[in-house]
């Protein structure tokens, strides 16, 4: 196995330990400190994968499949974990967990006819602005510039979640016609 497939299941694995020290009580008062450690640990290491697989030809059918799906659960755990502590609207979190759903069936569809999508500007701003949206919700600090922050940066990520769907739906279209 080579070193970003590895980095890929470090991601996986961080997972229920950022949940852990975001939600559980115990915690309380440093919890979220921890969970913010693993969560920019865990978002470094999806940077650091793709770029060692590239530039040292180290792309795997492994790494094509969990990459992106060590991404939107890193994702949406944390989305889910900020609709139950109040710093998230649930309408928000549906609306990105449902281009994930969508763009995971295109994908699904295109690889049937393969057909490889690969990931668009649009999709690489997405999730970073999800990430830095997560971050700063997570922070959580009583300044109301920081507050403003992250009400810009939720609706930021919102406007691409959306703008990056329309995009993959545009440019793969054909993926979902009748093939014969």
């Given at each position: 196995?080579?070193l970003?497939n590895?980095?890929?299941?470090?991601?996986?694995?961080?997972?229920?330990?950022?949940?852990?020290?975001?939600m559980?009580?115990?915690?309380?008062?440093y919890g979220?400190?921890?969970?913010?450690?693993?969560?920019?640990?865990?978002?470094l290491?999806d940077?650091?994968?793709?770029?060692?697989a590239?530039k040292?030809?180290?792309?795997?059918?492994?790494?094509?499949?969990?990459?992106?799906l060590?991404?939107?659960?890193?994702v949406?755990?944390?989305?889910?974990?900020?609709?139950?502590?109040?710093?998230?609207?649930?309408?928000?979190?549906?609306?990105?967990?449902?281009r994930?759903?969508?763009?995971?069936?295109?994908?699904?569809v295109?690889?049937?006819?393969?057909?490889?999508?690969?990931?668009?500007?649009?999709?690489?701003f997405?999730?970073?602005?999800q990430?830095l949206?997560?971050?700063?919700?997570?922070l959580?600090?009583?300044?109301p510039?920081?507050r403003?922050?992250?009400?810009?940066?939720?609706?930021l990520?919102?406007?691409?979640?959306?703008?990056?769907?329309?995009d993959?739906?545009v440019?793969?279209?054909?993926?979902?016609?009748?093939?014969?």
């Amino acid at each position: 196995m080579n070193l970003p497939n590895k980095l890929t299941i470090l991601r996986v694995i961080l997972i229920p330990f950022f949940v852990v020290f975001l939600m559980a009580p115990y915690f309380e008062g440093y919890g979220n400190y921890i969970a913010l450690a693993i969560f920019i640990v865990a978002s470094l290491t999806d940077m650091l994968d793709g770029k060692i697989a590239r530039k040292y030809n180290l792309v795997t059918n492994f790494g094509k499949f969990m990459d992106p799906l060590a991404d939107k659960l890193l994702v949406c755990s944390a989305l889910i974990c900020l609709i139950e502590s109040g710093k998230l609207a649930a309408w928000i979190v549906i609306v990105i967990i449902a281009r994930e759903f969508i763009i995971s069936g295109f994908r699904l569809v295109a690889s049937d006819n393969g057909v490889v999508i690969a990931a668009s500007y649009w999709g690489k701003f997405k999730t970073v602005s999800q990430m830095l949206m997560v971050i700063v919700l997570i922070l959580d600090l009583p300044h109301p510039a920081f507050r403003m922050l992250g009400t810009v940066l939720t609706y930021l990520a919102l406007i691409l979640t959306v703008v990056s769907l329309m995009d993959y739906i545009v440019k793969n279209k054909d993926v979902l016609k009748e093939q014969k």
